[in-house]
């Protein structure tokens, strides 16, 4: 476990990571590869229904610069470039997309001790700033996610968050939408050998009154295979076996169906993941 309360984004994130990643409802087709000067290509391919999308990025290392290149199907080009530690514990994140020009954004993110800041601001006449922020240590930190919009005067999010961090459980709650909803959410390593643990996230909307509550679970069957299962209280459950068939290289099968539906076909989804 890394010093500090790390960036307001991980409240909370080994739960949704349980939870929510590598579930696959389309078809996924990732390949890497290297230049002969370190430079990598990704070429992703997505099926969705009838839909195709694709998209190519490099990735170029460059001491403590890399810079990142992404062009989709929608003829978009994505650029991030990336400085680490300029001084110690900043990082310096410049992002644009083209042809949009009112998608640059300037970030920057220092961890301490004691505190994760993130800020960032569009680089437009009238931008949209973003400041999160945690206070606290590896046990318990507090944090708060703001934007605002200074065209129109008013902040488009404002969240909170609360952690609580053992040495097998972490939990959370959050506050999020502008206390529209409320979550809590429960991560507890049953056995760190297999990486066994389980899970569970309970997300409360006032304005609609609805409860949202889902289980999870995780199991190494060996070293290179995982399966993780999950079910909320819609009667929809999922689940998943994911096997590393080579270094870096996955092979993901995921399944869904809603139990109180059976007649409907289940969503089966597969991602495959190559890389040298």
């Known amino acids: 476990m890394g010093k500090g309360p790390g960036l307001y984004s991980e409240i909370g994130k080994k739960a949704r990571d349980l939870l929510y990643k590598d579930y696959q409802g389309d078809h996924k087709f990732t390949v890497t590869t290297y230049t002969s000067n370190g430079v990598a290509i990704t070429s992703t391919g997505i099926k969705k229904g009838e839909l195709l999308l694709a998209d190519v990025s490099t990735q170029l290392k460059n001491k403590n610069i890399t810079t990142d290149v992404k062009v989709d199907t929608s003829s978009k080009l994505f650029t991030t470039v990336t400085v680490d530690e300029p001084a110690p514990g900043l990082k310096t994140i410049f992002s644009f997309v083209v042809p949009d020009q009112r998608s640059g954004k300037v970030e920057l993110q220092y961890l301490h001790e004691y505190a994760g800041i993130s800020t960032s601001i569009g680089l437009t006449a009238n931008p949209l700033v973003n400041f999160s922020g945690v206070v606290g240590n590896n046990c318990v930190s507090v944090g708060t996610d703001v934007s ?47 990486n066994t643990a389980v ?31 999950r079910v909320n209280n819609f009667g929809r459950a999922s689940a998943l076996i994911q096997h590393e068939w080579r ?3 996955l092979l993901t099968i995921s399944g869904e ?20």
Request: one cysteine or more; a neutral charge; proline letters at 4%.
């Open 148 to 194: 605002f919009d200074t065209a129109s005067g008013n902040f488009t999010k404002l969240n909170a968050g609360l952690n609580f961090t053992h040495s097998d459980l972490i939990a959370s709650v959050t506050v999020n939408d502008k206390c529209d909803n409320l979550t809590a959410s429960y991560y507890h390593i049953v056995s760190p050998l297999t």
């Open 257 to 276: 169906v809603d139990t109180r539906a059976i007649e409907k076909s289940a969503k089966v989804g597969m991602a495959l993941v190559l890389k040298p």
């Open 247 to 249: 270094p870096k290289s």
């Open 199 to 229: 899970g569970a996230e309970l997300t409360h909307s006032f304005s609609s009154n609805e409860n949202t509550l889902t289980f999870g679970t995780q199991h190494c069957l060996d070293p290179l295979t995982t399966v993780k299962a």
